[in-house]
């Protein structure tokens, strides 16, 4: 085999890098309790209950973003899915640790909070995605609070969703702006779903109100006879249009051609892998050197090529095949890669080898809630004979939708919430 290729495969996770040893005992800490890092603790008491799990999140709980468009705007909507993660560990028989993980020692393989220092054995790092406020010419913390108080997209943190739901309650009349960020983000069909919604809420609700979005990127295929036709009236839609900056003070947005006036908006800037990858220098650079934004790590196995004992997962992780980039940033996807990696370090446990199972995503897309219409988009992965990755995206109509999205997500949380 050619250096080149075997170094590609090996980077990607394709050849065997690693002796089975004994791992009982051994500890595998797990940064971010969102969809990667909790499929990796349930998946790791599954596979491997020798082993001590610890999960780490700054926060008390789990909240998820999955069908929260519609609870924005449907009062029939069900509740938003939170879960304390002082019962899930005890449910699943981890150890929880409330607290921001401030510094990783790979040499020492100590993480660092405020107040303590963990040893680990096994490093799982599923912190999520940060915003990048810069590119907006926002450098000054309070300004960047005061923004995310007062005009969050709640694309962060899905604790802030309640919040957002208030504004939008409030939200009686005049411009209301969106942005969504430039690709890759989380969720790609998320931002388009929402202002489906919201411009079905304006108009079944006799809102004197428009939505104007600004998207730099090309409008999503799908969607856009529903947002350039069905709600003309109530959307004003800029594709390929780049914020430069924002003025809270004055309400404004500017772009490299308007500077647009809103009453209210949900403003959501570039995002990047969590402030923690940058810190640990797990960032990827590309061939000239620059940071990419987002985590280093292999395709297959989401190991560092840093270090064998860390795993990158969820959104945070980068490149994965120069065919199509970046896995989507799903929930689900998140939780295939959580399971993937839990696999590999019981691997260590019991010294079998395991076959490479690839992620896949299912994302439920709603353009509209009476009369409910649904779409299905499905994303599969095979490996292509000489090794890469290859990606297959469908999109699937549903003609009576009755229920699938509900289904899906039950599903996903019986695998890391509720067993
Ligand atoms: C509006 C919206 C709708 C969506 N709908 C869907 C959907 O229907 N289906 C789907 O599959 N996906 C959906 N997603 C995407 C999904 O929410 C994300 O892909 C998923 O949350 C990624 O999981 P993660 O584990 O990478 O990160 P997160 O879920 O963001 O979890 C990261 C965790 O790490 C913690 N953390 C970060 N840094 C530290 C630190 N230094 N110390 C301690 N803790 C730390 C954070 O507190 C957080 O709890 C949606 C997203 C949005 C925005």
Known sequence: MKAGRRQFLLAAGLLPLFRPLSAAGERVVIIGGGWGGLSAASHLRRLAPELDVVLVDRQPAFTSFALSNRWLVDPAAGNLVRHDYARLAQTWGYRF??????????????????????????????????????????????????????????????????????????????????TIPPAPYRCPPAPYERAMLIAWWLKTQNIRGKLVIIDPNPVMPAFKSILLERFKDQITYLDHAKVRQVDVARKTVSTDIDEIRFDEALLSPPQEAADLLWQAGLIRRDEGGQATGWGAQAGFDFRSPEDERVFIIGDAAGLVSPLFGLFPKTGHVANRMGAIVARQIAVRVTGKSVPVVLPESVCYVLSSVDPLEQMRIETTYRQRVDGFLMQQVKQIREPNPAGEDVAWAAGMYRDFLQP
Do not use: C
């Not at 108080?149 to 209301?176: E, I, V, W």
């Open 97 to 178: 640790v409330q607290a921001s993980v401030e510094a990783i020692d790979r040499a020492q393989r100590v993480v660092t909070t405020a107040t303590d220092r963990l040893p680990y054995d096994w490093l799982i790092l599923s912190p999520g995605i940060r915003e990048n406020f810069a590119a907006w010419q926002l450098t000054d913390p309070l300004a960047v609070a005061e923004l995310r108080q007062r005009h969050s997209g709640a694309m962060l943190n899905a604790a802030d969703l309640p919040l957002l739901k208030k504004r939008l309650a409030g939200f009686t009349g005049g411009d209301l702006l969106m």
